[in-house]
């Protein structure tokens, strides 16, 4: 991975390396370089350490470089991007929301009940795989295999299913063998997540950290050698979730047949029946255990395997769901398929069961946060504890721009009062039951041709009533969530009223304009959205409890649909109750056909990949600890790339590095860093700007990003400097000082003028987000960090976790 050969440090001067990242959205090296010539050093298409062409022997030349560093670029854009169809993951939406809850556990010295709540939210992922193959089976088994099939009216519109129709008289029209064939869908399914699952790890999760000395005790997590390499763990939770997805589909298959064998079979088959059942059961019990043991182990790479036990229990798995199959599809005289199928009554029963996990999680989450970390556990260990501390905004850089208002400076408290984690995992469930019951509800409107399950003239009796409440609450939702965002629109709109007086403030000596000043005021109050994020967070979750749990009480005390239920009430509210349970069923339909549109232009789109850039980034940036199934982590490739180019570059060449990381990029670069050894962090600089460390991670991930691991990174590293701006609507300060300094340097005045000048003859736009290299500030900074690393050439370096110096 390096380029040159081997200098004598001694005779030769040092070079120096600037390793530009890049964040959100991504782009290409051209632009990075600022040259139409560059070359690849190392890597692939995927992602790769790019030059340019006139700097690629860089390292055979040192002393041509004593100026200016070499700017290289790590691009990793091809990482989260690429061909349309992975836009498909975002109907997996559900899964990796889940995974973001297991990440956002309140830092606490309490490693047992920390350990409970990570073992709650795998079992409550592990609920969702459930969830998503039952709702699979619902279409195919219930309302395609068990309903239509064997309803003449039904069966007769769809002339595909009439080798299986009930009134044919085939091999394939009795109840058992329909059902023994519908399977085949969610079975394939299940398939598809376990080949989907394996072969991303392999593509993007399997990448070995860079070596160097065991961590000292107390370092923080994301310094553990094994952080971004989880073998055992994703291949254990990928048995469980595949094992899993084929027993739901084994039990929806027997169920039926031996609820039809009691009384009416002969003893064997009924015998046979109930072995199959209890087989179900002990594999079902096995599979939960090997989820509650499939924690993580990041003091080092886990390359144990588990393929014993993996193929035992997948084996076993498949086995039970073919001995299901055949034992349903045994012909059974006098059996006829009517109703819904008896297992309907399971989405119930898991809705109720994620609810309770969600308590638990809830309970632990309290727990932990009233708990807070001692030192050791949050990092802040040795003697220079106290050297690194945390700085309002107000005291960083108030030279370089204008002083942060109380209303706009970027906070950084734990979000939801640790309660985040919880709140996330109840919008996963949420998400899961609102699709699941809305496609299932539109796969009954198909095959009924637009007439309403149930109702007169039907002939089908439609999916579970929980699966019908659930779809018809998706109408109620998106009411709730206007009448919100109207809500934040006015108090927007008065934000931006507010801050016109202060905008003219910034530019003192300036002739003033409406217009203008409505620009930057406008950008100043949109950027303070992020910050009120958690609150509606914290909207949208209590109105999903609320819907949730009215949903199941509805379905649970009547056992009917809406519809159903308001057949006794005023017409008025008889029609509200039909049109929420239709408007629900087309809504969901849209809403997957936009989802997956929105995907596909996001990864051709550079501008609307922006736009959700940052929400998916941040759910893909952690690794799969919770949900196997969830897309993959772009970081496990990206942070071994980051850490291995800088040791290996370092040990060569003895020279030093400015990391420059901007928004994403920035927190890629710290992770990074957290992964060197001594001597390769003391040879490098960071440079971060529009960076979420502290205000998007350190609130939402504190047990990882928070402050305490934040003023251990910065007590390890030689040097800082964290560039900020207001009108940022992601990146913020990291909030902390040391003895020579603050880290921060902002906020940065944007626009850099209000005007036109002799010095800014063109209108000057606000940058917010973009832009960062432009301001003056920038090349300052690094000027400083490359003079801070060349000034400390030649002095020890501290130990991890133990140096008594800090830097600004």
Do not use: K
Not at 465 to 475: D, G
Not at 717 to 741: F, S, Y
């Amino acid at each position: 991975m390096t380029v040159g050969t081997d200098i004598d440090a001694a005779s030769q001067p040092r070079l120096a390396l600037e390793l530009l990242v890049h964040g959100v959205g991504g782009t290409t090296p051209e632009r990075m370089l600022d040259d139409p010539r560059t070359v690849c050093l190392a890597g692939d298409a995927t992602a790769g350490v790019h030059r340019r062409a006139c700097d690629a022997d860089a390292e055979e030349h040192p002393g041509q470089r004593r100026e200016e560093p070499v700017p290289e670029a790590y691009c990793w854009a091809n990482l989260t991007s690429g061909n349309g169809s992975r836009a498909l993951w975002l109907l997996l939406l559900p899964f990796m929301i889940a995974n973001l809850a297991h990440w956002m556990r309140p830092p606490s010295h309490r490693l047992r009940l920390a350990r409970g709540y990570g073992t709650a939210v795998r079992l409550l992922a592990l609920t969702l795989t459930v969830l998503l193959v039952a709702a699979a089976g619902e279409v195919a088994l219930d309302l395609v295999g068990w309903q239509c099939a064997g309803s003449a009216r039904c069966s007769r519109g769809a002339s595909w299913l009439g080798f299986a129709a009930a009134g044919r008289g085939g091999w394939w029209s009795e109840p058992g063998r329909r059902l023994a064939l519908a399977a085949l869908f969610p079975a394939a399914l299940t398939a598809l997540l376990w080949w989907l699952s394996h072969r991303t790890w392999s593509a993007y999760e399997s990448q070995r950290p860079a070596p160097g000395p065991a961590p000292a005790p107390g370092a923080p997590p994301l310094a553990q050698p094994g952080f971004w390499y989880g073998r055992r763990s994703v291949a254990r939770l990928r048995t469980a979730h595949t094992a899993a997805g084929l027993l739901t589909v084994a039990a929806a298959v027997t169920f039926p047949a031996l609820r039809q064998d009691r009384g009416a079979a002969a003893l064997p088959l009924q015998a046979l029946g109930w072995a199959l059942a209890a087989s179900i059961a002990a594999l079902a019990a096995t599979a939960v255990t090997v989820t509650c043991r499939a924690a993580r182990s990041e003091a080092g790479p886990d390359e144990a395997t588990d393929h014993g036990v993996s193929r035992a229990l997948l084996g076993c798995s498949l086995a039970a769901l073919t001995a299901a199959a055949l034992y349903t599809g045994w012909h059974r005289a006098g059996w006829t398929s009517a109703g819904r199928l008896p297992a309907a009554q399971a989405f119930t029963a898991l809705t109720v069961l994620q609810g309770a996990l969600i308590a638990v999680l809830a309970a632990s989450a309290l727990l932990l946060h009233r708990a807070p970390p001692r030192d050791a556990a949050s990092g802040d260990t040795g003697p220079a504890a106290d050297a690194v501390t945390a700085v309002p905004p107000a005291r960083t850089g108030a030279a370089d721009g204008p002083p942060a208002g109380h209303g706009d400076t970027p906070s950084c408290a734990v979000a939801l009062r640790g309660l985040a984690g919880p709140a996330v995992a109840l919008l996963a469930c949420g998400l899961g039951g609102v699709l699941t019951g809305g496609l299932a509800q539109r796969a009954a409107d198909v095959l009924d041709r637009g007439r309403t399950p149930g109702e007169a003239g039907s002939p089908l009796p439609g999916p579970p009533a929980v699966l019908t409440w659930e779809a018809s609450v998706i109408p109620v939702v998106l009411a709730l969530l206007a009448v919100t965002g109207a809500a934040v629109l006015w108090r927007l709109r008065r934000r931006e009223r507010a801050l016109r007086g202060e905008v003219e403030a910034m530019y003192p000596d300036e002739q003033h304009r409406p217009a203008r000043t409505r620009q930057i005021a406008g950008a100043l109050a949109r950027a303070g959205l992020t910050d009120r994020a958690p609150l509606l967070a914290a909207v949208v979750c209590a109105a999903a409890f609320v819907l949730g749990a009215g949903a199941v009480a509805g379905a649970w005390t009547g056992g009917g649909t809406p519809q159903d239920r308001a057949a006794g009430a005023p017409a008025a509210v008889s029609a509200l109750a039909g049109a929420a349970q239709a408007t629900g069923s087309w809504l969901v339909g849209a809403g997957v056909v936009a989802l997956v549109a929105l995907g596909r232009r996001a990864y051709r789109d550079p501008a609307a990949r922006r736009t959700v850039g940052i929400l998916w980034d941040v759910g893909t940036f952690w690794p799969r600890a919770a949900h196997p199934f969830a897309p993959p982590c772009y970081a496990e490739r990206a942070v071994p790339d980051l850490s291995w180019r800088m040791a290996s570059w370092t040990a060569r060449t003895g020279g030093r590095i400015i990391l420059s990381g901007h928004s994403q990029g920035g927190v890629l670069a710290a992770a990074a860093v957290w992964q060197l050894d001594p001597a390769a962090r003391g040879r490098v600089a960071l440079l971060t700007y529009g960076c979420p460390l502290a205000r998007l991670y350190g609130r939402w991930f504190p047990a990882y990003f928070g402050p305490g691991p934040l003023r251990g990174l910065h007590r390890d590293m030689h040097a800082w400097r964290n560039l900020w701006r207001r009108t940022d609507p992601i990146g913020g300060p990291v909030l902390l000082a040391g003895p020579e300094g603050p880290v921060d340097r902002g906020p940065l005045l944007d626009p850099v003028a209000y005007g036109r000048s002799a010095r800014h003859p063109l209108p000057e736009p606000v940058r917010g987000h973009s832009g960062f290299q432009a301001d003056p500030a920038f090349a300052r900074e690094r000027a400083a960090l490359l003079a801070r690393l060349a000034g400390a050439e030649g002095r020890a370096l501290p130990a991890q976790g133990s140096s008594g110096r800090s830097s600004g």
